[in-house]
């Protein structure tokens, strides 16, 4: 089996996609309530953000390490 490199920010989405399920499965089973959007929402938008600056930041250190690789 070939050696893939490590993707920070698909392990993020997983892990948010993860707690989003969690949530999801405790509203079904009336232990959680997810009905107020003014809670729901923004915490469904901040956890997809953070997944999002997670790939942007593990972009720019790859763009870095590559410039500083060929300049050797």
Do not use: K, W, Y
Not at 20 to 41: E, K, N, Q, W
């Amino acid at each position: 089996m070939r050696r893939h490199r490590f993707e920070p920010a698909a392990l993020m989405m997983g892990l948010v996609l993860l707690a989003i399920m969690t949530g999801f499965i405790l509203d079904a089973c009336g232990v959680l309530d997810l009905s107020d959007p003014h809670r729901s929402i923004p915490a469904a938008g901040s956890a997809l953000a953070l997944a999002a600056v997670t790939a942007l930041v593990t972009q720019g250190v790859r763009s870095v390490r590559n410039r500083a690789r060929r300049r050797r």
